[in-house]
């Protein structure tokens, strides 16, 4: 690397992982080899519970067990970033104590869904959190697509003065932002794109990785795209986005993760099995993955 990002913690390619399912039940098997793939493939960090993982309709079991064995399987190879968000602020904070204690690198904690803070009771939220980490830092995950609420670039630079707050997802789809919030906090305060579209853009901004839903099925095109471009290889890094573009738009063209989860079982790496509400994707759907998987030269 020329030094394009800078040293930090958490950067590059962290693939959102899906959580297999087979017959109602986390297919613990296909976790474990997509573990492995992943990093084989080449990918910088893994984010098991968020969004794409179906943690909502997780139980807190299953929730600390696929934590457990995404450590586990990954053995310090590269950094988990364990989804630890809630609504609930003293259910986040249990579940970022359980992340911490087996052994996560760090914890994602998305702004409250469904309640609607203020950005005052988003303060409290996150900074009640972060007081009750003892050895790993926290990440805010800015979504207002999902949760209503945005965390303001204010709010971020106030929670970047506490000493566990180090960074953000940032899923708005702002490729200007990074710059923004450069000016504002500073260059040692992680940003990750949390939208794949833009996350190209987002580097190009400033920005120092990204927390991927399409890196499930092309890690190492997403691992290549990043790391021609720290290498200063911006022709060849816009050369893979534009043959990942049909992804970033057709794995979003259904609620995620129904589209990646098709995807997934397209390429044999687990079932596309999902839990109500959600469901299968349509054929319409299907139709729009199985072009862009083509175009990508992955089928």
Request: charged share 20%; hydrophobic share 40%; with cysteine.
């Amino acid at each position: 690397m020329t030094g394009i990002i800078p040293e930090l913690p958490f950067k590059g390619v962290n693939t959102a992982l899906i959580t297999p399912f087979k017959d109602g039940q986390i297919d613990k098997i296909a976790l474990r080899d997509l573990v492995n793939w992943q990093i084989q493939q080449g990918v910088h960090g893994l984010v098991p519970v968020g969004t794409t993982g179906e943690s909502p309709t997780l139980s807190h079991e299953e929730h600390d067990e696929v934590i457990e064995i995404t450590v586990t399987e990954a053995a310090g190879r590269v950094p988990i970033i364990a989804g630890a968000g809630s609504n609930n602020t003293s259910e986040a904070i249990r579940l970022a104590k359980h992340a911490e204690d087996v052994g996560a690198n760090a914890v994602l904690i998305v702004s409250p869904y469904y309640n609607k803070p203020t950005q005052q009771g988003l303060k409290a939220h996150f900074l009640s959190i972060a007081d009750e980490l003892s050895s790993i830092p926290l990440i805010v995950y800015d979504i207002p697509g999902r949760s209503v609420v945005s965390v303001k670039d204010e709010l971020l630079a106030e929670l970047a003065k506490h000493k566990n707050i180090i960074g953000v997802k940032d899923a708005t789809g702002d490729a200007a932002r990074p710059a923004r919030l450069s000016n504002l906090i500073g260059d040692d305060f992680c940003q990750l794109s949390g939208d794949d579209a833009t996350a190209f853009s987002y580097l190009a901004s400033g920005g120092h990785g990204m927390i991927s839903v399409v890196s499930n099925i092309a890690p190492k095109l997403y691992s290549d795209m990043y790391n021609s471009f720290c290498a200063g290889d911006i022709k060849t890094g816009m050369e893979i986005n534009k043959k990942l573009m049909a992804l970033h738009d057709g794995l979003f063209c259904e609620a995620s993760p129904a589209p990646v989860k098709y995807a997934a079982e397209r390429l044999r790496l687990c079932k596309s099995e999902l839990r109500l509400p959600l469901v299968s994707a349509s054929d319409e759907a299907k139709r729009i993955i199985d072009k862009a998987l083509a175009l990508a030269g992955l089928v």
